[in-house]
């Protein structure tokens, strides 16, 4: 295994587990995978089963037939029928999780060495085609004069992995994750949930007399039994305990259906006569507080919110895209209108800044820009038409030329110097900051999908109801396994160890406002239309809608360059 993650390595891609699975079914594994390497034309970020099928398909490798594993094939199966019904109301799916303590080993962690290579073979070749968009004229307004242009950025970034990457990949790294989430969020449990004040350890349910038991844990396990109850194994550093939630319990079987892995949970139950089994009373979830206090900025300012411009994408909405940057240069809206883009200050760009390459299926058949260096040129060039006076911070998604494991670092510095001579803040994903004391968690939102697929009322094109599960949890996507890969950094950046006053996502490109117990939620759209991807899921995207918050007031609204702006 060590000699094919190698090879992979060398030529800048990750490999799925699945993936890797089908290779090492060959009877030549090594031989196999130089193969693959030698027939990619492209650099894709993480290589997937159906990649190397279709090579396989197009170039008739032969001689080396794999040696089918049915539950692996049955497994992408599930995959492909949950994604194709993803959006269906009564979605009630979860993937099945399966950890290779071989791929656990050899999973490769550092920052610079997740760095996709930005120049290639394939980076070098011919690309007369490629349709750039092209910088529109702005003409100054004589009598634009923005309020935001008398005040000086504050930006103060909280808590974010870029330079503090310290995983390896080693089982040690992962035990060290896990252990950090347990203690952070047993903390936050007993510190603010007044039902968790008598906590024990695991290890003293059979010890101890007591009928009522209050119990802290990560869950282990957790699936339906066949009488419809709902089974949870969850352990901490004393040992491991199974809870039952009985399905005529209206109350707890609803909270059990929550519970999804890896998460740290809160329980109050009766421990059955042999102690062999706790029924559950109540499951408590770390959540926030009812109100949070959000705090303010002391200057009228506002901070724009974009997400998922998928610059090198033929669907990149280029009329709408020059609508926006005419109005916040205010070329164009009403009076009402172009007050407001006087008054933003910040543009916080919440991942997919770029297309990429080799992302989704037949993804190379929708690109207008094939080279990724030039995505990002091309967004520089865009970037440019911002007001001087307008700070962006700018974080990665998983279309993006980073490590596609979260936490991901801020992108290098060869994409960094791109926008030089703008204010620009790079961060990682996710990303706490503050903009005038107004502090914001910034998140791709990738693990939408996980929330999505493994708590049957979820909808993906629902964020911010998942977004506040997310909250509720006070973690971004605590499940190892899932579509989320996960990096084992020493301490877990994707707890919700602060509450923000807005919290933002993308990566489902849909435009939604909303709040939670105080917090702002915000699910920050798109700037491209339909694709055939996306077009096999059912799913239409709403895009082109820009969410703004007052900083001053809270207060959160939506500018729609949809349609023709007055």
Same mark, same amino acid.
């Given at each position: 295994?060590?000699?094919?993650?190698k090879?992979?390595?060398?030529?800048?891609?990750?490999?799925q587990?699945?993936?890797?699975?089908?290779?090492l079914? &060959?009877?030549?594994?090594?031989?196999?995978?130089?193969?693959?390497?030698?027939?990619?034309?492209e650099?894709?970020?993480?290589l997937?089963?159906?990649r190397?099928?279709?090579?396989? /398909?197009s170039?008739?490798?032969?001689?080396?037939s794999p040696?089918?594993?049915?539950?692996?094939?049955?497994?992408?199966?599930?995959?492909?029928k949950?994604?194709?019904?993803?959006?269906a109301?009564?979605?009630?799916l /979860?993937p099945?999780?399966?950890?290779?303590?071989?791929?656990?080993? *050899?999973?490769?962690?550092?920052?610079?060495?997740?760095?996709?290579?930005?120049h290639?073979?394939?980076?070098?070749?011919?690309?007369?085609?490629d349709?750039i968009?092209?910088?529109? $004229?702005? !003409?100054?307004?004589?009598?634009w004069?923005?309020p935001?242009?008398?005040y000086?950025?504050?930006?103060?970034?909280? &808590?974010d992995v870029? %330079?503090?990457?310290?995983?390896?990949?080693?089982?040690?790294?992962f035990?060290?994750l896990?252990?950090?989430?347990?203690?952070?969020?047993?903390?936050?449990?007993?510190?603010?949930?007044?039902?968790?004040?008598?906590?024990?350890?695991?290890?003293?349910?059979?010890?101890?007399?007591?009928?009522?038991?209050?119990?802290?844990?990560?869950?282990?396990?957790?699936?339906?039994?066949?009488n419809g109850?709902?089974?949870?194994e969850? $352990?901490?550093?004393t040992?491991?305990?199974?809870?039952?939630?009985?399905?005529?319990?209206?109350v707890?079987?609803q909270?059990?259906?929550e519970v999804?892995?890896?998460?740290?949970?809160?329980?109050?139950?009766r421990?059955?006569?042999?102690?062999?089994?706790v029924?559950?009373?109540?499951?408590?979830?770390?959540?926030? !507080?009812i109100?949070?206090?959000?705090?303010?900025?002391?200057?009228?300012?506002y901070?724009?919110f974009?997400?998922?411009?998928?610059? =090198? #994408?033929?669907?990149?909405?280029?009329? *709408?895209?020059?609508?926006?940057?005419?109005?916040?240069?205010?070329d164009?809206?009403?009076?009402?209108?172009?007050?407001?883009? =006087?008054?933003?200050?910040?543009?916080?760009? #919440?991942?997919?800044v770029v297309? %990429?390459?080799?992302?989704?299926?037949?993804?190379?058949?929708?690109?207008?820009?094939?080279?990724?260096?030039?995505?990002?040129?091309?967004?520089?060039?865009?970037f440019?038409?911002?007001?001087d006076?307008?700070?962006i911070?700018?974080?990665? %998604?998983?279309?993006?030329a980073?490590?596609?494991? *979260?936490?991901?670092?801020?992108?290098?510095?060869?994409?960094?110097?791109?926008?030089? %001579?703008?204010?620009?803040?790079f961060?990682?994903?996710?990303?706490?900051?503050?903009?005038?004391?107004?502090?914001?968690?910034?998140?791709?939102g990738?693990?939408?999908?996980?929330?999505?697929?493994n708590?049957?009322?979820?909808?993906?094109?629902?964020?911010?109801?998942?977004m506040?599960?997310?909250?509720?949890?006070r973690?971004?996507?605590?499940?190892?396994?899932?579509?989320?890969?996960?990096?084992?950094?020493? /301490?877990?950046?994707?707890?919700?160890?602060?509450?923000?006053?807005i919290f933002?996502?993308?990566?489902v490109?849909?435009?939604?406002?909303?709040?939670?117990?105080?917090?702002?939620?915000?699910?920050?759209s798109?700037w491209?239309?339909?694709?055939?991807?996306?077009?096999?899921?059912?799913?239409?995207?709403?895009?082109?809608?820009?969410?703004?918050?007052?900083?001053?007031?809270?207060?959160?609204t939506t500018?729609?360059?949809?349609r !023709?702006?007055?």
């Amino acid at each position: 295994m060590r000699a094919i993650l190698k090879i992979f390595s060398e030529h800048g891609t990750f490999i799925q587990p699945d993936a890797m699975e089908y290779i090492l079914s &060959k009877d030549k594994p090594e031989e196999f995978a130089c193969l693959l390497v030698k027939n990619l034309k492209e650099y894709p970020l993480v290589l997937t089963i159906d990649r190397i099928k279709d090579i396989e /398909s197009s170039t008739m490798i032969k001689g080396l037939s794999p040696k089918l594993d049915n539950s692996t094939l049955d497994k992408k199966e599930a995959q492909n029928k949950l994604l194709s019904r993803l959006y269906a109301p009564d979605n009630i799916l /979860s993937p099945k999780r399966e950890i290779d303590e071989d791929s656990v080993e *050899e999973y490769d962690g550092p920052d610079k060495d997740d760095q996709l290579r930005l120049h290639s073979n394939y980076d070098l070749e011919d690309e007369h085609d490629d349709q750039i968009p092209q910088p529109i $004229e702005i !003409k100054k307004v004589k009598s634009w004069n923005p309020p935001s242009k008398e005040y000086g950025p504050e930006i103060n970034v909280i &808590k974010d992995v870029t %330079g503090k990457s310290t995983c390896e990949g080693t089982t040690q790294d992962f035990a060290k994750l896990f252990r950090n989430r347990y203690r952070v969020l047993r903390k936050i449990l007993q510190n603010h949930r007044r039902e968790m004040i008598n906590v024990v350890p695991i290890d003293r349910i059979k010890r101890s007399n007591v009928k009522e038991i209050q119990l802290i844990g990560i869950v282990k396990n957790v699936r339906t039994t066949a009488n419809g109850h709902r089974l949870i194994e969850i $352990e901490d550093e004393t040992g491991t305990a199974t809870l039952m939630a009985l399905k005529n319990n209206g109350v707890a079987i609803q909270l059990a259906n929550e519970v999804v892995l890896d998460e740290v949970i809160g329980v109050n139950g009766r421990v059955s006569k042999n102690g062999d089994l706790v029924i559950v009373q109540n499951i408590v979830f770390p959540d926030i !507080k009812i109100r949070h206090d959000k705090k303010r900025a002391d200057i009228p300012l506002y901070a724009a919110f974009l997400s998922d411009i998928h610059i =090198g #994408s033929k669907m990149f909405l280029e009329d *709408e895209w020059h609508a926006f940057l005419k109005w916040i240069n205010g070329d164009l809206g009403n009076h009402r209108q172009r007050a407001v883009a =006087g008054r933003i200050k910040y543009l916080v760009v #919440s991942g997919d800044v770029v297309d %990429g390459i080799g992302i989704y299926p037949n993804q190379e058949k929708e690109l207008s820009i094939k080279n990724i260096y030039r995505q990002y040129e091309a967004l520089a060039e865009q970037f440019r038409l911002i007001p001087d006076h307008i700070s962006i911070i700018i974080q990665p %998604g998983n279309h993006d030329a980073v490590r596609p494991a *979260e936490p991901q670092p801020a992108f290098e510095k060869e994409i960094q110097d791109l926008f030089s %001579g703008k204010d620009v803040i790079f961060v990682g994903n996710p990303c706490y900051f503050s903009l005038h004391g107004v502090e914001v968690l910034s998140y791709h939102g990738q693990s939408l999908l996980d929330y999505a697929t493994n708590v049957s009322y979820l909808k993906y094109n629902e964020p911010t109801e998942i977004m506040k599960i997310m909250l509720r949890k006070r973690h971004l996507a605590p499940t190892y396994g899932g579509y989320t890969p996960l990096a084992p950094e020493h /301490s877990d950046y994707m707890i919700i160890e602060r509450v923000p006053d807005i919290f933002v996502t993308g990566h489902v490109h849909i435009a939604h406002i909303d709040e939670y117990r105080g917090v702002t939620l915000i699910n920050a759209s798109s700037w491209q239309a339909q694709t055939s991807y996306q077009k096999t899921l059912n799913f239409v995207p709403d895009s082109a809608k820009l969410p703004i918050v007052n900083l001053e007031t809270g207060n959160a609204t939506t500018m729609d360059f949809s349609r !023709k702006t007055p």
